[in-house]
């Protein structure tokens, strides 16, 4: 009876902690989206509980994201709310349909440079898109970060010193309160203190405004019937469904390295994101995804299973109802102060140091990445990175190496030097694929003493069609030169691949040894049976 309780207890414990701390991010993470706060609490009300209910993730915790905020505030800007309710059904939609289709586990593939470019220039944009609400200026929200800035930039002399101290007050706060070790989450502890101080010495700085004290109500979604701009939004729905799934995998993943419990499927995890994407509109809410941040504290407090998610929405809902009134009185510093610190913590400086220890050209992905994001946007900067990625990782399989074997390496002892003369070996290691192709065709044949080639391909572990067109290419070259092409050492694969298109029957399997020393052997039969012919024809002449 005991162990359930405990259970139980974790459960709870985990959810409510993961409340608390979901307060204060929901409320900021609408404001940088450039939404109502009450949007910000309805969408982890809703989405964090259906997305508990269908995920495949046991302890991830959803909600409103600094990522998907960064995305938002330019759509948000560009088509207006309705539009983004829109957009986050046929988001959802997408998702969902990924899920079906098995290709969750597709976010593993994403190199970590790319991750950490992208991640790290979320950081800085959020930072900066905070500068307006910790200075108190009111200004338009801009569709993209450098404007913002140059925008704010022009602004600084209409600064405010109050709104520049109640962000500081709550920077400092959550700073210093993490030293403590309590469980209370530092950014609440600043956010109550940093609203009793505007209340209690009357400040002039902005607040969130009212906040409805009531469940959130199911309404339509507008111009849903409206095909072309179903087809205008189709770009911005790709981009919120491609970033909320790989936020989603990637603090799956998070997840799955600080617990014992079952690991999380990533396909029914597209399909839960997706369902929570599709209904949270309805509610008011914005696309959401998983948060590493408040997963990580439901885990750390004891959530174990779906149930802890299901109670982060509920207490979420419980202080709507019971404190939305004051709720209202939050100044927008307040919330910028903890977005601030979030977004420093978000920097992976280890990453950064990892990077630039390893290879100068990971570091140059990263690079390129981060600086994508910041001048362009997140979906364009996931291309390039993956794009620069691809083409590293082509460079780097391309390096075919291509060696020829010492001829005291293959050749038995006392063999006649104008026989050794007439045999080449070389060793070939590495994919033969597009990549290598060129080399491949090109490095062999400056050899015109040579009748037979032999090739092996013990390390060959693969080929695709271009590289075996050159391999083609190479025993048509050599067959118009008079020389043979023997192959030793072919992987399974390999084997199958030549045999499927025919080349096999071209080059002929009597050609095809298991070994190299098999293949030696056999070529220095050849040629002492054709040296001791010519040698008997050279005898019957002379006589």
């Known amino acids: 009876m005991a162990k359930p309780l405990q259970t139980l207890a974790g459960r709870l ?75 986050g059904v046929m988001a959802g ?76 007050v709550v920077i400092v706060t959550k700073l210093l309160w993490a030293r403590l070790g309590t469980s209370i989450p530092g950014s609440l502890v600043g956010l109550v203190l940093a609203t009793l101080l505007v209340w209690g010495l009357h400040l002039d700085v902005p607040t969130i405004g009212a906040i409805p004290q009531a469940f959130p109500v199911p309404h339509g979604i507008p111009h849903w019937q409206d095909f072309g701009l179903i087809r205008e939004l189709i770009g911005p729905a790709l981009a919120l469904a491609a970033l909320g799934s790989i936020e989603s995998l990637l603090s799956a993943v998070v997840a799955d390295g600080m617990t014992v419990s079952d690991k999380h499927d990533s396909d029914r995890e597209l399909i839960g994101q997706g369902i929570a994407n599709v209904v949270v509109p309805f509610f008011g809410g914005i696309p959401a995804t998983g948060a590493i941040a408040r997963t990580a504290v439901n885990i750390r407090s004891g959530g174990k299973t779906r149930l802890s998610g299901v109670i982060h929405s509920l207490v979420l809902l419980l202080i709507v109802l019971l404190f939305a009134p004051l709720a209202a009185q939050i100044p927008l510093a307040a919330l910028a102060g903890i977005l601030m610190v979030t977004s420093v913590r978000m920097l992976e400086w280890e990453a950064i140091g990892l990077l630039m220890r390893a290879t100068y050209a990971d570091f140059g992905v990263m690079l390129l990445t981060w600086a994508v994001t910041i001048c362009f946007d997140l979906v364009l900067a996931v291309e390039v990175g993956l794009i620069a990625a691809g083409a590293l990782f082509i460079k780097r399989m391309s390096d075919l190496s291509m060696a020829k074997v010492p001829e005291t390496e293959v050749f038995p002892p006392g063999i006649p030097l ?65 020389c043979k092409l023997l192959l030793s050492g072919l992987q399974t694969e390999v084997r199958k691949l030549l045999e499927r298109t025919g080349l096999l029957d071209q080059i002929g399997s009597e050609n095809c040894f298991e070994s190299t020393d098999a293949a030696v052997q056999f070529v220095t039969s050849q040629l002492c049976c054709h040296l001791s012919a010519r040698q008997e024809n050279f005898e019957k002449a002379t006589v």
């Open 418 to 482: 104008e026989l050794g003369k007439q045999i080449a070996v070389y060793r070939v290691d590495g994919p033969m694929f597009f990549g290598a192709a060129e080399r491949f065709v090109t490095f062999l044949r400056d050899e015109p003493e040579v009748r037979y080639l032999i090739l092996r391909m013990r390390f060959v572990p693969s080929m695709d069609t271009t590289g075996l067109v050159a391999l083609e290419d190479i025993y048509h070259d050599l067959k118009r030169r008079g």
């Open 13 to 87: 414990d985990g959810g409510v902690t993961a409340a608390v701390v979901a307060l204060p991010l929901a409320l900021a993470f609408a404001i940088a989206s450039g939404v109502d706060p009450k949007a910000g609490l309805y969408t982890a009300i809703v989405a964090g509980g259906v997305a508990a209910l269908f995920g495949g993730s046991p302890v991830q915790i959803t909600g409103p994201t600094g990522a998907m905020a960064v995305i938002l505030i330019g759509i948000v800007a560009k088509y207006g709310l309705e539009k983004v309710w829109l957009a």
């Open 93 to 168: 939609i997408i998702q969902i349909a990924l899920g079906v289709a098995k290709l969750g586990r597709l976010v593993k593939f994403i190199p970590y440079p790319v991750t950490a470019g992208f991640t790290n220039g979320i950081a800085i944009i959020i930072f900066c898109g905070q500068l307006n609400n910790f200075l108190g200026l009111r200004l338009p929200r801009a569709e993209h970060f450098l404007p913002g800035i140059w925008q704010t930039l022009h602004h600084l002399s209409e600064a405010q010193a109050a709104s520049i101290a109640v962000a500081s």
